[in-house]
C-alpha cells in the first residue's frame, strides 16, 4: 500500500457493499485486523466512520471485494495525513446536533443507515454511524429515525 496512489475520497460515491457469495474469500483475520485498526482510527478522523462501519459489517464473510473497499479508506487516509480534529477554546459554549439518512442502503435487508453528529463550540465531539433497526417505508421515516437517534444521543440517552 506505501506505493498506492491516493484517493480523494474514502468511498466511492456508487459503491454498495453487498454479501457478494460469488467473490472470492479473503483471509478473515488480516480483514479483521485492519478493521479494527480503522475502527480505532475513526475516533479523531470520523471523515472515514461511514466507509469503516460498512466494511464492518461483512467481517465474518470478507470477500474480495469488501477487502477493495478498506483499501480504497486506507488510500484515502495516505493523501488526507494532514486532516484531523481542531477544538478551539471559546465562552460560547452550545451544541449542535446533526443527523442524515440514506434510505435503503443495505440493498440485502433493504435497511437504512443512520448518521449522527454532535459538535460542540464547532468542533466534532460525537459521530455514530449504524444501520436502522426497522425497514422505513420512506425517505421521511429514515430521516425522523435518524433525528430521533441524534436526539437521543444529545440527551445522554441509547434510542435504538
Do not use: W
Amino acid at each position: 500500500m506505501l506505493d498506492s496512489k491516493e484517493a480523494a475520497t474514502p468511498m466511492a460515491t456508487n459503491c454498495y457493499l453487498d454479501l457478494d457469495e460469488e467473490g472470492k474469500a479473503v483471509d478473515k483475520k488480516m480483514y479483521r485486523g485492519m478493521i479494527g485498526s480503522l475502527l480505532y482510527l475513526t475516533t479523531s478522523r470520523p471523515d472515514i466512520l461511514h466507509g469503516v462501519c460498512l466494511c464492518a459489517r461483512f467481517q465474518s464473510l470478507a470477500k474480495e471485494s469488501h477487502l477493495t473497499t478498506v483499501k480504497r479508506i486506507l488510500k484515502y487516509l495516505k493523501g488526507t495525513k494532514n486532516l484531523g480534529l481542531r477544538y478551539p477554546g471559546g465562552t460560547n459554549i452550545f451544541l449542535e446536533g446533526y443527523s442524515d439518512s440514506n434510505f435503503g442502503g443495505c440493498k440485502l435487508e433493504r435497511k437504512s443507515t443512520s448518521d449522527t453528529c454532535h459538535l460542540l463550540v464547532s468542533s466534532l465531539v460525537s459521530s455514530h454511524s449504524k444501520k436502522q433497526a426497522c425497514v422505513a417505508l420512506s425517505t421521511i421515516k429514515a430521516e425522523y429515525i435518524a433525528a430521533r437517534s441524534c436526539c437521543g444521543q444529545s440527551l445522554g440517552s441509547r434510542v435504538t
